[in-house]
């Protein structure tokens, strides 16, 4: 039997036309396979999609976990700071409006918490720089030595000075001299003062001692008074 043959019945035969839709043998339709493709390609991107956004949620949430570390430790450090310059504790807690501002600004998910989060350590961050150049205006958070020479220095002056007056005023003479002899002991006295108006005036934060510089204020209260009761008796002899 011819290949190019069709039969047309029982018995009967036509040869194949040009325009018979006749398909290779092996070939199947496309319109089906190219579907499948499309909707395989389609299925492909949403999983890749959904991974690379899984995976950019688990970055935003450790680092999210590592912010939340060290707003907490800087905020510690910050009330403990602010406690110290007295302010209320109650100050230092956020309020209902702002928890619920907080909670509303971090409802999107692991970015938004991220987000919030860097806010508020910039904040914070600027908060200590406005701390740190107020207190260098406040003499309690100076170093100790510069801090209590504001007490020791003008107690350590006052008897020498007293001293200047009387000899400019009287001269050679016994006033001159009993200011010279009651000033020897003076010294003892500033320094007593300046030890009890240091606990005073300079409060130590809870849990520490409050450095009062003993030998660096003995120092400053002897030094002036032997510098003037040396001048005043080279004077008076002098004289």
């Known amino acids: 039997m011819d290949s190019n043959a069709t039969v047309t019945?029982?018995?009967?035969?036509?040869?194949?036309?040009?325009?018979?839709?006749?398909?290779?043998?092996?070939?199947?339709?496309?319109t089906a396979w190219s579907e499948?493709?499309?909707?395989?390609?389609?299925?492909?991107?949403?999983?890749?999609?959904?991974?690379?956004?899984?995976?950019?949620?688990?970055?935003?949430?450790?680092?999210?976990?590592?912010?939340?570390t060290v707003v907490r430790t800087g905020l510690a450090s910050q009330q403990e700071r602010l406690r110290a310059l007295g302010v209320p504790a109650i100050s230092l807690v956020p309020s209902p409006p702002e928890?619920?501002?907080a909670a509303r600004s971090m409802a999107g998910g692991p970015a938004a918490v991220l987000a919030a989060l860097r806010d508020a350590r910039s904040r914070a961050e600027a908060a200590d720089a406005t701390l740190a150049a107020r207190g260098r205006l406040r003499p309690a958070t100076w170093p100790p030595r510069l801090r209590n020479l504001l007490v020791y220095g003008p107690l350590a002056l006052?008897?020498?000075?007293?001293?200047?007056?009387v000899y400019a005023a009287t001269g050679v003479g016994a006033a001159s001299v009993a200011a010279l002899i009651?000033?020897?002991?003076?010294?003892?006295?500033?320094?007593?003062?300046?030890?009890?108006?240091?606990?005073?005036?300079?409060?130590?934060?809870?849990?520490?001692?409050?450095?009062?510089t003993v030998?660096?204020?003995?120092?400053?209260?002897?030094?002036?008074?032997?510098?003037?009761t040396a001048?005043?008796?080279?004077a008076l002899l002098a004289g």
Do not use: H, K
């Open 158 to 165: 006052l008897v020498p000075l007293i001293q200047i007056i």
């Open 99 to 101: 928890l619920t501002e």
């Open 36 to 68: 499948y493709l499309a909707a395989a390609r389609q299925l492909d991107g949403v999983r890749r999609g959904a991974a690379a956004a899984a995976g950019e949620q688990a970055r935003s949430a450790e680092a999210a976990r590592e912010e939340l």
């Open 9 to 30: 019945g029982p018995g009967r035969q036509r040869a194949a036309e040009p325009g018979d839709d006749v398909a290779p043998a092996g070939v199947e339709p496309t």
């Open 215 to 228: 030998r660096f204020g003995a120092l400053v209260c002897l030094v002036p008074a032997v510098l003037v």
């Open 182 to 212: 009651c000033g020897l002991p003076m010294p003892a006295v500033a320094f007593v003062a300046g030890w009890i108006g240091l606990g005073r005036v300079f409060r130590a934060n809870p849990g520490e001692r409050l450095d009062r």
């Open 231 to 234: 001048g005043l008796l080279l």
